[in-house]
């Protein structure tokens, strides 16, 4: 009994420890789970609002670049039209090199050079830049350039790319110089004045648009917003088309690069084909996340109104730590709950079981015969009611068997004491009764010899003339005493058989009186 009460012991706190168990690890999941959802939804909603500010910030520079490049195209135009006014109605034959750089250094211009038609192509004759005379735009493989300049001679529609046209002239985006080693971007116009055999090309270095857009464009709003969010590890805008098909970043115009403005460090080969779904596709983002030296980062990628590509990476254990140690905080505050309810739930069930395991103990002894047995604990539970019950019941049967066996030790003195005088009462009884019984028998005898004789006399005797009721008297007489004899005999009998019987039910008596005490000496009072 003991064994299977440790056992149901043992197997309670281990059921009680693997349902507090299933229960921490059910809420840790499910806790984790939404924090999960809570750091992407986080992470989402911030990028978001970073990709939108800079799209609201690409936006606004390209209005205000827009009429910045208003302004320089409208400059081009009184440029060509004051070069055209030094060069009077000169030859492109008759215009020298030094002529055009003196303009060009009393304008304060980058540079001029002259078109003219030469064979079945337009290239430059005359230049301020040595690198520019001789440039075709046939050569560097520009065929719509050489439409434009030839649109020109021939007073036909001017390009759609321009940012600007009038009568026989217009302006292009700011575009790569295609003469020169190295990369270098700048403003163009072109202009022809009737009667001129030659294209008059001013340019102007765009770096007016490049310091606007750098102290209040895309690049000064991504400078600013990772100032202020440390948890932004890059921001770019990106040209999803070139990175479809790479050589359109070598065409000389329009400039197309992959990188727009910003960063764009954090490469992967999944890039391309998020970039070629959103071409597909302009109303979806994507984003993932991935690990580059040991940094985990949140990219997402954000279509633009314009074509382009809002990317923006993000520090993800700094955006999902704060979240993470918040939730770690509250498992831990969980468990240290549930143990402390493990540890008051096994002391409660630790006295109960003291408890239930005393009445146990006290019921296994009075099993056993120990009526004196008690649990002494003080309590007004139901244990404690129990407990007094079962004490009560002891005090009882210990009252009860007592008294008994009080009643059982007279009982088998008193048979002892019966069976010893109906032994000898049976005894002097049967003495007696066989005694009166031959007496009877003897006396019986004479007594009918006696009668026999008389009635033998009085049959001898004439003078008897009712001798024959005498006789008959005689007779009863002799029935009568043979009656008497044989009820004598009948009695002593019966009452020899009476004590005997009395003997034998009183020591069965003392017998039960015996089996009794012999069980009683088993209880323990």
């Given amino acids: 009994m003991k064994i299977k009460s440790n056992s149901l012991r043992i197997q309670f706190l281990t059921r009680l420890v693997i349902v507090l168990l299933v229960i921490i690890m059910i809420s840790s999941l499910v806790q984790l789970y939404f924090i ?19 799209e609201l910030g690409m936006a606004e520079t390209n209005l205000a670049s827009q009429s910045i490049e208003h302004q320089i195209d409208l400059r081009l135009e009184n440029y060509g039209n004051l070069i055209a006014e030094k060069l009077n109605n000169q030859s492109s034959s008759e215009i020298s090199n030094q002529e055009l750089i003196n303009i060009k250094k009393e304008l304060g211009i980058s540079g001029i050079t002259l078109f003219a038609k030469k064979g079945n192509d337009i290239v430059g004759v005359k230049s301020t830049e040595h690198s520019e005379i001789g440039f075709s735009f046939k050569k560097i493989g520009y065929n719509d350039g050489f439409k434009a300049l030839d649109s020109l001679y021939k ?62 464009g895309p690049e000064s709003w991504i400078d600013k917003i990772k100032e ?45 084909q998020l970039l070629a779904e959103i071409i597909k596709n302009k109303s979806i983002d994507k984003h993932y996340i991935n690990s580059y030296d040991g940094d985990k980062v949140y990219k997402l990628f954000l279509p633009a109104k314009d074509g382009k590509v809002v990317y923006v990476a993000l520090d993800y254990k700094m955006l999902s730590g704060p979240l993470y140690r918040h939730s770690i905080i509250l498992i831990v505050t969980g468990l240290v709950s549930l143990m402390a309810l493990f540890l008051l739930t096994a002391r409660f069930f630790n006295v109960v079981y003291g408890r239930i395991s005393a009445i146990k103990i006290q019921i296994g002894q009075l099993e056993k015969g120990d009526l004196t047995a008690k649990s002494t604990f003080n309590d007004k539970s139901e244990l404690g009611n129990l407990s007094e019950s079962v ?25 002892l004491i019966l069976e010893a005088e109906a032994s ?22 004479e007594i009918v010899e006696l009668l026999n004789k008389l009635i033998e006399f009085i049959q001898t005797q004439p003078q008897y003339s009712d001798a024959t009721a005498i006789i008959k008297q005689i007779e009863e007489m002799k029935k009568i005493a043979n009656d008497r004899t044989s009820a004598t005999t009948d009695f002593t009998i019966t009452l020899s058989d009476l004590l005997q019987s009395l003997y034998l039910q009183s020591s069965e008596l003392s017998n039960i009186a015996n089996i009794m005490l012999e069980s009683m000496r088993k209880f323990k009072l």
Avoid: C, W
């Avoid at 217009?170 to 294209?199: E, M, T, V």
């Avoid at 115009?253 to 960063?263: D, H, L, R, S, T």
């Avoid at 009462?425 to 009166?436: G, L, N, R």
């Fill in 36 to 54: 999960k959802s809570q750091i992407t939804e986080n992470v989402n909603n911030k990028a978001s609002v970073i990709s939108q500010s800079i």
């Fill in 155 to 216: 007073n036909k529609r001017l390009p759609s790319e321009a940012t600007y046209s009038a009568k026989n002239m217009f302006a292009l985006p700011i575009s790569q110089s295609g003469s020169q080693s190295n990369p270098r971007y700048y403003k163009y116009a072109y202009l022809i004045k009737p009667g001129r055999d030659y294209i008059i090309n001013p340019y102007i270095e765009a770096n007016e648009i490049y310091h606007f857009t750098k102290e209040v």
């Fill in 228 to 272: 202020k969010n440390t948890f932004i590890k890059e921001i770019g805008v990106l040209n999803p088309s070139v990175f479809e098909n790479p050589k359109l970043e070598t065409k000389l115009f329009p400039p197309i690069k992959k990188v727009v403005y910003g960063e764009y460090t954090y490469k992967d080969k999944r890039d391309k």
């Fill in 391 to 415: 004490n009560k019941m002891a005090s009882y049967f210990n009252k009860t068997v007592s008294a008994t066996r009080e009643q059982a030790a007279k009982t088998q003195q008193l048979s």
């Fill in 424 to 445: 000898q009462s049976v005894t002097k009884m049967y003495e007696i009764s066989t005694e009166a019984t031959l007496k009877s028998r003897d006396q019986h005898g």
